[in-house]
């Protein structure tokens, strides 16, 4: 397809508030309100390793609405959309989804999203703080294509739950449960929802998808059932403990898709689409210069919180350039089996191959390979 060029995507700086945190907060006044990824949502609703564990041991339910969704139509609407994205449309089953990187010409990463196919359109999900920027860049490229981007408003919302007990608990409630990256629409009393099961790279993770009139209703039926409810603080917590990379923080238009360690991103078979010319050179070469990891620390690295303007630098011990990385999202944790500091961000691939001794403002960095084990 053309390569033409198009405005670099950048985290937007809006917020929406929650269509929970109204009713949330007018029963609880006290409960902490703050911005997520582009919505007003709840920080907290209880002490947030407490919340952590319920998500890792438990069940835990959550505000989901500063994910956005946008609407695809269009008879053009595969073949357009699979030109656009790194990952498959084509190849969907309907009722299937998958993750997706959106590139420039250069094949940076613009964004991400995860795309749904159902009978009628594509459903494309992502955060809301990235919705204005996608908008703008997809729109470009629509030239004589039969395909229309509609944003959802917030008459729709989302609920998540997830933790080991979320299967049990959404079966005891009546749902059939889809498998992983697949959804299924269905019915909770005589509201009309989706269920889907999102990828769960630690704990099994589903969400509903629900009018916003509804929502409320279905919160108090999960806490009813004994699920904790869970803030942000405590969400973001379980991102850096799954080491899932956040797009604005972790991944900017300064990354390659390989440098990402995002395999499930990308399909090498898909054909023709934005960026691909680079992403199959560097295949090609079989090498990236820099990578993403999950980092174990020694000791928190001072007064640091994911999503600072600055992030930290990495110094690796004989490195040909230093720095050698940075850290860009840091949880400390007091869990059941696992007490420690995590963080991710991206090594030079050099530092990794000579095993270098790596440190971050006095803490010693150990790469690795996969999550802490818990308990």
Not at 142 to 153: G, K, R
Request: aromatic share 8%.
């Amino acid at each position: 397809m053309s390569e033409s060029p198009s405005t670099p995507v950048a985290t937007a700086e809006f917020h929406e508030k929650s269509p929970l945190v109204a009713h949330l907060s007018s029963h609880s006044p006290a409960l902490p309100v703050g911005a997520y990824r582009g919505a007003e949502t709840i920080a907290a609703f209880s002490a947030r390793d407490e919340e952590l564990a319920a998500l890792t041991a438990r069940a835990g339910v959550y505000d989901l609405s500063y994910r956005a969704f946008i609407k695809i139509t269009g008879s053009d609407r595969i073949r357009w959309t699979n030109g656009m994205v790194s990952n498959t449309i084509v190849g969907l089953e309907e009722g299937q989804g998958n993750y997706s990187f959106l590139l420039n010409a250069q094949g940076r990463v613009l964004g991400d999203a995860t795309i749904y196919r159902f009978a009628d359109h594509l459903l494309l999900e992502t955060d809301r703080a990235q919705v204005e920027a996608l908008i703008a860049h997809l729109d470009h490229f629509i030239i004589m294509d039969d395909v229309e981007l509609q944003p959802l408003d917030a008459s729709t919302t989302a609920i998540g739950i997830a933790g080991p007990a979320a299967m049990q608990v959404l079966s005891q409630l009546g749902f059939a449960l889809p498998p992983e990256n697949h959804f299924i629409p269905s019915k909770w009393q005589s509201a009309e929802i989706t269920v889907t099961h999102a990828r769960s790279p630690l704990v099994p993770r589903f969400e509903i998808r629900i009018a916003s009139a509804d929502a409320p209703a279905f919160w108090a039926a999960l806490t009813a059932s004994g699920v904790i409810p869970c803030g942000s603080a405590a969400l973001e917590a379980l991102r850096i403990l799954e080491g899932t990379p956040l797009y604005g923080v972790d991944i900017t238009d300064r990354h390659l898709p390989q440098e990402t360690a995002q395999p499930h991103a990308l399909n090498f078979s898909k054909g023709c689409y934005l960026g691909q010319e680079i992403v199959e050179r560097i295949r090609s070469r079989a090498t990236v210069h820099r990578t993403f990891r999950q980092f174990s620390l020694s000791q928190p690295p001072g007064a640091f919180e994911s999503g600072d303007q600055q992030p930290l630098s990495l110094e690796a011990e004989g490195a040909q350039q230093n720095p050698a990385g940075q850290l860009s999202s840091i949880a400390e944790y007091h869990l059941p089996g696992f007490t420690g500091t995590l963080a991710l961000g991206f090594i030079r691939t050099e530092v990794l191959e000579r095993k270098l001794p790596i440190a971050c403002s006095g803490s010693a960095v150990t790469p690795l390979d996969a999550p802490p084990k818990l308990g």
